[in-house]
Antibody, heavy 121, light 110 residues
């Protein structure tokens, strides 16, 4: 059974960089697209971006200048960095396994439990 | 403002059939496969429908998906109280080179 677990600080100061890691267990990190998705309190889902195990990435244009997603296949993990955060970045952040190609990448069949990140001084 | 448009709410009584729509454009729904997710309060979303109309194992056949042109629909028949949740559509958008979600539809079972 594939399991994903997000980890990282639950509180980040404005203008700083939000950093989260998703650890994958139960299957290889290879051959899939791995996404970060967030959900502000009381709002809908927002795709941040994804990475292929080879390192190829696509990002939501809304975040493109602030976001970096990386992968470490040896550690079975992928990471999110979001810079210059503001209160609007307060959200539950999920990692999820997508499909085998970009066109199939919206197939999120495994999700982490989500981690609440609050941006506040 | 979401790229995909869903009604903010839907409702039905137990046993009824309800449908939730998801409207997009030629760059997303019109040319790619649609996915549906169910999110119960306080939990991560769960894949409900993939590649337009396929159900993962364990998803009851009361849930069905369809697509026509630049719109898609999720139908739930034999509505049950446990179906009360938020539902989201998602698709790859070729113009944005990214995944887009609908704004979500809150389903209430009366």
């Amino acid at each position: 059974q594939v399991q994903l677990q997000e980890s990282g600080p639950g509180l980040v100061k404005p203008s700083e960089t939000l950093s989260l890691t998703c650890t994958v267990s139960g299957d290889s990190i290879s051959n899939y697209y791995w996404s970060w998705i967030r959900q502000p309190p009381g709002k809908g889902l927002e795709w941040i971006g994804h990475i292929y195990y080879s390192g190829s990435t696509n990002y939501n244009p809304s975040f493109k200048s602030r976001v970096t997603i990386s992968v470490d296949t040896s550690k079975h993990e992928f990471s999110l960095k979001l810079s210059s955060v503001t209160a609007a970045d307060t959200a539950v952040y999920y990692c999820a396994r997508g499909g085998l190609t970009p066109f199939l990448s919206p197939r999120f069949d495994y999700w982490g439990q989500g981690t609440l990140v609050t941006v506040s001084s | 403002q979401s790229v995909l448009t869903q009604p903010p709410s839907a409702s039905g009584t137990p046993g009824q059939r309800v449908t939730i729509s998801c409207s997009g454009s030629s760059s997303n729904i019109g040319s790619n496969l649609i996915y549906w997710y169910q999110q119960l309060p306080g939990t991560a979303p769960k894949l409900l429908i993939y590649t337009n109309n396929q159900r993962p194992s364990g998803v009851p056949d009361r849930f069905s998906g369809s697509k026509s042109g630049t719109s898609a629909s999720l139908a739930i028949s034999g509505l049950r109280s446990e179906d009360e949740a938020e539902y989201y559509c998602a698709v790859w958008d070729g113009s944005l080179s990214g995944v887009v979600f609908g704004g979500g539809t809150k389903l209430t079972v009366l």
